[in-house]
Each structure stands twice: as C-alpha cells, then as structure tokens.
C-alpha cells in the first residue's frame, strides 16, 4: 500500500495498465509509503506487485524495515485470495492508538478477520499476546507461520498453518479429513478459510468393514457354530475423503456391541459361504466375570455359549470385507479434525456433533495417531523407536518386561481409570529366575514361559493376551496368575530357530 498524491493504491488491486501509470509517474509526483517515507513501485520476477522504500531513506516504522520480502509477497497473495472470495481487504490495517497493525484485514457483512503473517520467529506467549489484543477488538485473527514456529504456534494454541516451503508459490501444508497435511496452494487456503470451509469436525459414515470369524464347537451340544466380530472399517467423509480405521480395543464383557447393528449385512454376506451357522449374540451371566453381558451364543442350542475369555486367546480368525449398509456411530476422537472441506457435489461436513449413548466405534488412523501424539501434554521423557512413551516404560522394554510393538506404551503420568480401580498386585520378595527386586508374580510367569518357548523379543505368543489382561485389570490377579501358571507348566520347550509358543 502507498499514496500517490494522497490517493490509497494496493498494490495487489491495481491492473497491468493501472500499475503501468503509477511507474510512469510515481516520479514527478508524490508517492509515500504508509510510514510517510518516498517509496518506489516494483513488480518482482514472479510478477507480484508491490510498493518498497526508495534507496537511501530511512524509516522509524519497525513493521516496515524488518519485513522480509517474502513476508511482502504473502501479504499480497493473501490480500488477493480475500478478494476474489468477495471480501472487503485492506493491506497494513491498523486500530486506533495502533495497539495491533493487520497484515491484511477482510470484512464481510460486520465479521472481521485479521490474516497474519509470521514469517520471523516468535514464541508462544507472543502469539497469545498479539491473538487477545485482536479479540478484545472483536477480531478474528488467524496465522500463516513459517515451519520455524510450528512448535510455538501449536504451544499458543492460536489458529495457523504452516508454510511448507520458503519461496513462491508459498504452499502451505493443509489437512484434508483422514488426511495427513498436505501441500496446497495459499490462494486455495485462504478462499477456504473465508468461505468458512476450513473446519473443525469431519462428517462421515461407514461404507464397509473388515470381519473377523472363526469356528468351533459347543461345549453343551458339540456343534458347530460361526463367532465373528468387527475388525476395522472403511469410511468415507462428506467431503469424498476415504480412511480405513483398524480397531484396536475390543470390550470385554460388554452390555452393548457394535456387532448387533450390522448383523443382518453379515448373514447375507457370510451366509454364502460354507460355514456353519453364526452365533447369535444374547444376553450371558458369568460367575467367573460374575456380571451378565452381551455374549456370543450356540447356533444350536440354548446352554452353550463362548466366553469372551476365550476369544482374546484365540489366533485362528479369517478375515472378509463386507458393505455396511447399517448407520454406525462413530467416536468423536475420529470426527474431532480441522480440515479443509472442500464441497464435491454433496456439501461441507457438518459441525453439529451427534447425540445419542450408544456404543460407537474407534480405531486406529495413521494420520490422526500422528496428530494425537503431537497434541499430547503429559510429561515425556525418553523416546524409542520413533513412539513416546514414558521412562518407567522404556525401562520395562529395555529389560525384556514389554516388548516393542506389543501393546500402547502409556505414560505413566496420567493413570486410566482402569489402572485406578486396580487393586495393589501381591509381590514376591524375591526370584531365583530373575533375580529382580519384589514384582508380581504373573510378571516373572510370563517372562519365564516366553523363555521357554524360545520367542525372539518383538515376536507375539499366545500367553501375550493373558498378561495384558491381567494388567490392565480385566482379568483378576490371583485368576490370571493361576492360568500363567497352567500354561508353563504345559508349554513344550521350542527348539533353537523356532519362534513362538504352540497353543
């Protein structure tokens, strides 16, 4: 922005013959630059036009000598993108009593948003800083910051994105639903942005899912019958972007699962094929669990049913992907993701979260996971293998007590509510195997028995299950340790060059 002869030009506004003018006279005339300095009107090899200082003058305006010239020409490729998407924009906007100066301002029917650019470094409390001054006008204000201040911007918590690399064309690197960050172009950004197309929530369905199934007999009538459950899903958002989620944490003993509502797109699709007939899910009291859950029952008759105690040991389930044509809830954690949200023919996402208790199903999305564990607040300290997780875990797995790979690291500064209701594990003073200070019981078990089977570190066994249960609580104590103790007792030593136990 400049003043020739006391009429405002933007640079990013002016045409080819318009700007040609201003060259033509800008020296027989007064051009000043918004700090009152002599200015010059220069368009760059790319072909951005813009307004810098005349050589040789000096400035007392700190936002005009330390911008950079890449800083200029975002200013005026953001100040162009506003444009084009109907808004009022203004280049160097400042209040009154210049409390903040705007980058670039765009307004619309009395909404006003303050599009920064910061290019330089800058910590967390400054974002902070400068986002409340603009609030306390009743701005909006949202960030393009270079990668050097990902970190703090993500820290302050002020909207952003960031710039993917340091020349033109200024990409920057933009989320899709499911999507990790991608590049695209600024212009596209901004037109989003003001378009209120960049959001918070993805609105998305199932298409298809992945089931799991397997075969055994009844222990009442010795028949056959088919227990199948869902092992991950296929989803696609409104806005045509697909993920697959991979299901990661199946209930134990559960009053509700998810199993019911597609059940009838299971029967067409696996009542093709020639197995026996699927286990219907009905209601089952467990002394054992002592608690009455939804179970998978016989085919055949009404006494026989398979625990689901038993289905975490089993490892001989096929797999089949199926088409979902029943509605399934979806948990929030997978909704919950800023997005641009681009319209192809069936709308945006909409924001409105959806109500209802009813089980909804959760997985694993590579791309999420990334964000979850950049988002995460608990005190770290050690990383392994590329995964955070916490110091009393990376001593666990350097000493052979969990292994890489098998289970979620957590850190041990936010205990579960599982972990809560868990009572004190009974420990053994001392161990002749290991030679460790006091530990359960179940723990040494397990170590002594994956020994005995010869399983390499990083390698699953079936006794696995198990102790993760017993951990996390599932499966009481003194029980679980009772059938460590049956199956070391039965486990065949496994020659040298085998891995593995054998069930």
């Known amino acids: ?156 918590g002020v909207p952003h994105i960031v710039f993917e690399g340091d020349d033109a064309s200024f990409e920057v690197l933009a989320e899709k639903a499911f999507q990790e960050a991608a590049a695209t172009s600024l ?48 989803l696609r958002s409104r806005c045509q972007e697909t993920a697959k989620a991979t299901r990661t944490d199946f209930p134990v003993w559960p009053t509700e699962r998810l199993e019911t509502l597609i059940a009838g797109d299971v029967a067409a699709s696996l009542g093709k094929r020639s197995i026996p007939p699927l286990a219907p899910l009905r209601m089952h009291h467990s002394k054992k669990a002592a608690t009455t859950y939804l179970a998978y029952g016989c085919a055949h008759c009404s006494a026989g049913f398979f625990g689901d105690a038993f289905l975490e040991m089993e490892t001989r389930w096929k797999s089949v992907t199926i088409p979902a044509t029943a509605r399934i809830p979806l948990a929030d954690d997978i909704l919950t993701q800023v997005h641009l949200c681009a319209d192809k023919g069936f709308g945006p996402c909409s924001q409105d979260p959806s109500e209802g208790q009813q089980s909804t199903f959760d997985g694993y999305i590579p791309s999420q996971h990334q964000r979850r564990q950049l988002l995460r607040t608990d005190s770290v300290d050690v990383a392994l293998v590329g995964t955070e997780i916490s110091a009393r875990d990376a001593v666990a797995i350097m000493t052979g007590h969990r292994y890489p790979g098998h289970g979620e690291p957590t850190s041990s500064s936010v205990p579960s509510a599982r972990k809560k209701e868990k009572p004190q594990p009974a420990e053994i003073a001392s161990c002749d195997w290991c030679s460790r200070e006091p530990h359960p ?26 102790y993760d249960r017993i951990s996390k609580g599932a499966t009481p104590e003194d029980e679980g340790t009772a059938m460590m103790t049956r199956f070391l007792e039965r486990c065949v030593p496994i020659p040298r060059g085998r891995t593995g136990g054998s069930r």
Not at 210 to 232: F, G, H
């Open 1 to 156: 922005m400049a003043f020739l002869d006391g009429e405002r030009i933007e640079s990013y506004l002016a045409t080819d013959e318009r700007w040609d003018l201003v060259k033509s006279v800008y020296k027989n005339r007064s051009l000043l630059m918004r700090c009152g300095v002599p200015g010059i009107p220069r368009t760059s090899r790319r072909g951005l036009k813009h307004f810098a200082h005349k050589a040789g003058v000096e400035c007392g305006l700190v936002e005009c000598w330390s911008e950079s010239p890449q800083h200029r020409m975002i200013k005026t490729l953001i100040a162009q993108a506003a444009t084009d998407a109907g808004w009022q924009v203004s280049v160097e906007c400042s209040a009154e009593g210049r409390a903040w100066t705007a980058d670039v301002m765009a307004e619309l029917d009395g909404r006003r948003m303050a599009l920064e650019v910061q290019w330089s470094r800058q910590d967390a409390g400054e974002f902070r800083r400068r986002q409340e001054r603009y609030a306390a006008d009743g701005v909006e204000c949202f960030w393009y910051v270079h990668r050097r201040n990902r970190d703090e911007a993500r820290r302050s």
């Open 187 to 234: 212009h596209a950004h901004v037109t989003a942005l003001l378009l209120g197309l960049y959001l918070d929530r993805v609105q998305a369905r199932i298409t298809s899912v992945t089931v799991q199934y397997l075969t055994d007999n009844c222990w009442a009538c010795k028949r056959p019958s088919t227990i199948w459950k869902i092992s991950a899903a296929f």
């Open 441 to 466: 019981q179940y723990e040494c078990l397990w170590r002594q028995l994956r020994a005995k089977a010869n399983v390499s570190p990083g390698s699953v066994h079936y006794s696995d299950g198990l």
